[in-house]
Structures are given as C-alpha cells and as structure tokens.
C-alpha cells in the first residue's frame, strides 16, 4: 500500500478549486468543527496536483523532515532558526502532515496566485513522505529517527525503512536522468536504520550526538533497529543514548556509524528546564541553551541544526533560534491554572516515554501525575506498548497518578506493575474536565507544585482545549 502520489491535472481551474477550498473551510470553522486539514483535502480532491502546482511558486522552493518521533518540535525549531535567519516561511505549524495538512498551508498562504513566504518548510507523516517528496520536490529533505510506532497502522518500522530507501534510490535515479541536482540528505547518524539511508549517497549532512558522559553502557529495553542491515549480525554498543540510537558497530562485517558534521559534543540536562550543549557545526562550535527538556530534544535540536545549515545559515544565527525556541504543543508545553503550572509530555510509544521518564526523573520534587491513554486511530489502537515503557524508573518518585482516556483501567495497571502503591493511583473515567479536577486536588495544596500530564496524542489534544476552555492555553490544534 503506498500513500497517494501526485496524479494528473484535473478539468477544474486551480484558482476556483482554490475557492471552494478556503469556502470549506470557513464553513467547517463556523461549525466549530476545526477544519485544520479540511480545505486541503478539498483541494486536493479537486486538483490531485494542488501541491505541486503551489509548491512549485515558492522563490526559495521547499524543505521536508519526517520522523517517528519529535517532528513537531524539530520543525518548530527550524522555523525559529530561519525566521531569525530572516527567512519568509509557509509551514504547516499545527502539525497536520499528510497531504490534505501540506496542501492546507500552501493555501492558506496563497494570494493573487502565489504563496507569500518564500520557502516551504514541512513536516511530513513517515508513511505520506513519498508522494509528497514528489510533489514538493524538495532541496533539502532531513530524516530523523524511527522507532516502533502504531503498529497497526503501520508496521514494523522496517517496511517504512524500506519505503525511505526507495524514496532516496528515486531521487538517485531521477537526479542522474534529468541532470537536474536533487535534495540535500540530512540523517540522524546515531539511529542505524536512518544512517543506512546515506550509503550509496556521496553529499550526506549527519547529525549525531557525542558526549557519552549522557549515554547508557547498553541499548535500552525498547530498542528497535539493532542489527545490521547489511549481514545480518546484531550490532554491538559503545554508547547508548535514546532507544535504539547511539554509537553502533557490526563485529560481522564492520559496518558502523558514520561519523556525524553537526554535533553536541558537551549536554548537560537540567531535567524538565531543558539543556545546555555544545554545538559544533562545520562552521564553528557555538554553546546553545535548549529551553525544551530531554535528551530527545536535543536530538531535534540537532536535527534542526544541521537542516538549517545545509541551507547556508550561519552557526550564531542556528544558536539564537534554538536558544529562542517555545515548547510546540503539547511537546513539554507549560501553562499554569490558577498557581498551579502543568506540563505537558505528549507520549505515543516505547522509546518516547522511557525518555519523558528519563526526564522527569531529574526533577526536584516528588511526582504528581495525569497519565492519559486512548486508543483511537490516530493513537494507535494497539496500546500494549505501555508495557515496554520503563515506568519502573520513576515509580518510587510519585506521589500520586491519575489515569484517565478510553484505556484509563489498563493504565492503572500499568503504573500498579511499575512499583506505585494502589491508594496513589486514582482512575477517572468522566472525561478530560474531571480527570484534570481531579489531578489538581490530589496535589499537594501547601505548595505549588507541578504537574506533569502524560497524554498520547488523541488525549493531548483533548486536555489542550479543555485548557483553552479554562483561558490556561491560547489557541488550539484541533
């Protein structure tokens, strides 16, 4: 099965499509029904090269990342580096990646027959990113990361790897047909399945973490691609950082990890406040203050480093617009009510939480928690992967969960198999409103302390306008 790919022009002129389209969504709007995706999927529906047509009017063409994890936050911080940069953006800011999400953007940028920013920059869903790979044609296309996500939406990761390789051997092809240059390949050195992605690719930018003071001695428990897709062996650890990614070896053939450009060289975590690394670019090291939380964040940090200076910006500008950078929604997102602050930690797979766990178990006080899973679609109906989050790290540091989503009973389970005590696990099965009521009594009310909510995305977006209900938050996804 394979994502929709650009298809003919239809009989329906762009700019009546264009119409219907932006009338769509004003209706949807008026509805209160959100209409984030739904005038590009209108768009789309009248004119299959809708986005090909608007990308191809970009003076500054366009650049793509994927991942399975932190695409959000990596494209947030991109957008912070070029617009310090000075640099017009089209960007789909709310996160909708897939085709109707890219063609919504480009529309609602669009006047008078062309887009008002000059460069295209998209995140794009891992199982969309070949079809608009061809519609975008991007000159610069960044691949983060893949871990074990939604398997039943999906997959094993590895019929996505594969799916990239093809995406890459393509633009190969295509490239030395045409004669035309193709996009600039930017991958995450430390995960293997993304590294492998360069191997037959000469002008590869590789990002990579190198300070193994921050590393595990051995892959974590949620490893995913661990064995060489060359021989077969299964590869052997030096370094350990998030999930499967790290610093890897093959002792069968000696297949390794490429040596990465952009690097951090020094990380220093300071729990749920961010971090503090040192940058080293081709152009200079420079010392950048992260103000998201997690070593996963670094990750996207420096992902977004090295997309932004294969574009040709300068290293004091890539620092200034990470320093800049706000939590994406939802992504180690605060807000308060009333004195009270809340953090948000979105969570949708194994390697995923075991960092937010990593995270919060380098903060301060003892842990108040709202764990919210749901299991629709776009969570992934399968949840048994909370079985494989390393919950047992933080266990002995909360002083009360609430659990609470369409699998609220399960979690419960979970966090009681994890080490917490049953008379600090509450379930609240009455909707978002009153788990989050419920979260803020349980707390301790001599002092404010935080709390940490652990949405998967579908309760992410739920505890986020219910936030905006409350005037915690502004604005809204969904």
């Known amino acids: 099965m394979s994502a929709p790919a650009v298809q003919a022009r239809t009989g329906v002129p762009l700019p009546a499509a264009v119409a219907t389209a932006r009338l769509a969504g004003r209706m949807a709007r008026l509805a209160g029904k959100g209409g984030t995706s739904l005038p590009g999927k209108v768009l789309t529906r009248m004119r299959p090269d809708?986005?090909?047509?608007?990308?191809?009017?970009?003076?500054?063409?366009?650049?793509?990342?994927?991942?399975?994890?932190?695409?959000?936050?990596?494209?947030?911080?991109?957008?912070?580096?070029?617009?310090?940069?000075?640099?017009?953006?089209?960007?789909?800011?709310?996160?909708?990646?897939?085709?109707?999400?890219?063609?919504?953007?480009?529309?609602?940028?669009?006047r008078r027959g062309r887009p008002t920013g000059a460069l295209g920059l998209f995140e794009v869903d891992e199982f969309w990113l070949d079809g608009l790979v061809r519609a975008l044609r991007p000159r610069v296309v960044l691949l983060a990361n893949l871990f074990r996500d939604q398997l039943d939406r999906y997959g094993e990761l590895e019929a996505i790897a594969d799916r990239w390789h093809q995406i890459v051997a393509d633009d190969a092809a295509t490239t030395t047909a045409s004669g035309e240059p193709g996009f600039r390949l930017v991958l995450g050195a430390d995960d293997p399945a993304v590294a492998d992605l360069g191997i037959d690719r000469a002008d590869v930018l590789y990002f990579g973490v190198q300070d193994v003071a921050v590393a595990r001695d051995t892959a974590d428990h949620a490893s995913d691609a661990t064995t060489c897709r060359i021989c077969g062996a299964s590869y052997v650890y030096t370094a350990s950082f998030v999930g499967h990614l790290g610093h890897y070896a093959c002792p069968s053939c000696g297949h390794r990890r490429p040596e990465p450009q952009v690097t951090a060289d020094r990380v220093v975590l300071h729990g749920t406040r961010g971090s503090t690394i040192d940058l080293r670019l081709p152009d200079g090291t420079v010392t950048v203050d992260v103000h998201l939380p997690g070593l996963y964040n670094v990750y996207n940090a420096l992902g977004a480093a090295a997309l932004t200076h294969a574009l040709g910006v300068p290293a004091a500008t890539i620092a200034a617009g990470l320093t800049s950078t706000a939590a994406a929604f939802g992504r180690a997102e605060t807000v308060r009510i009333g004195e009270r602050e809340l953090q948000l930690l979105l969570v949708?797979?194994?390697?995923?939480?075991?960092?937010?766990?990593?995270?919060?178990?380098?903060?301060?006080?003892?842990?108040?928690?709202?764990?919210?899973?749901?299991?629709?679609?776009?969570?992934?109906?399968?949840?048994?992967?909370?079985?494989?989050?390393?919950?047992?790290?933080?266990?002995?540091?909360?002083?009360?969960?609430?659990?609470?989503?369409?699998?609220?009973?399960?979690?419960?389970?979970?966090?009681?198999?994890?080490?917490?005590?049953?008379?600090?696990?509450?379930?609240?099965?009455?909707?978002?409103?009153?788990?989050?009521?419920?979260?803020?009594?349980?707390?301790?009310?001599?002092?404010?302390?935080?709390?940490?909510?652990?949405?998967?995305?579908?309760?992410?977006?739920?505890?986020?306008?219910?936030?905006?209900?409350?005037?915690?938050?502004?604005?809204?996804?969904?």
């Open 50 to 110: 809708a986005i090909a047509r608007m990308s191809d009017r970009l003076d500054e063409g366009s650049v793509v990342l994927s991942a399975t994890n932190g695409k959000t936050t990596t494209a947030a911080l991109v957008a912070s580096i070029l617009e310090a940069h000075g640099t017009t953006l089209v960007h789909n800011r709310q996160g909708a990646n897939m085709a109707g999400g890219i063609a919504a953007s480009l529309l609602g940028s669009w």
């Open 348 to 478: 949708k797979n194994p390697a995923g939480a075991n960092e937010v766990a990593r995270t919060l178990a380098l903060a301060e006080d003892e842990l108040d928690l709202l764990a919210v899973l749901n299991d629709r679609i776009a969570d992934g109906r399968d949840v048994s992967w909370v079985w494989d989050a390393d919950l047992e790290a933080i266990a002995s540091r909360v002083r009360h969960v609430t659990c609470a989503g369409t699998r609220a009973a399960e979690m419960a389970v979970r966090w009681k198999y994890a080490g917490v005590a049953p008379d600090r696990i509450a379930v609240v099965t009455d909707g978002i409103s009153a788990a989050l009521d419920h979260a803020l009594a349980a707390a301790p009310q001599d002092h404010a302390v935080p709390i940490h909510a652990i949405p998967t995305y579908t309760a992410m977006l739920e505890l986020r306008e219910e936030l905006v209900r409350r005037g915690a938050a502004k604005g809204s996804f969904a």
